[in-house]
């Protein structure tokens, strides 16, 4: 699932690559508990992908170094839409929240992803 995300990655358009910056994607079978608490998410399979860090939006130059902005994989729940789905590939899964995540880097919401892909 790494070498899909590193593929979907490189795939997209070099502004929207260079935006990125520096961004650490990690592949996890599923998100920590404390994650899931916070979220209020009862099941671990409800949540595919997450951002952690600082949006780009939210940065100051008076602020401190923030902590590395990092993009979560969640590969059991994203092999299970995908089985369960059928209508997309797994590499097209995997690009689809590796981009929604990466929104919430450049500080999107996600109803603001939403009107994107929905456009798109």
Sequence with gaps: MAEI???AFAALPAPFRKMAGEVVFRVDDFPA???LD???I???FGLTG???GVSLADR???GGAPE???VFLYRRPILDEWAE???VTLEELVTHVLVHEIGHHFGLSDGDIDLIEAGA
């Design 85 to 87: 789905n059928g209508e």
């Design 60 to 62: 100051s130059v008076f």
């Design 33 to 35: 508990d404390d994650v």
């Design 42 to 44: 009862e099941d671990p």
């Design 5 to 7: 995300a590193e593929r």
């Design 38 to 40: 916070e979220l209020n």
């Design 68 to 70: 590395p902005s990092r």
């Design 50 to 52: 997450l951002y952690s």
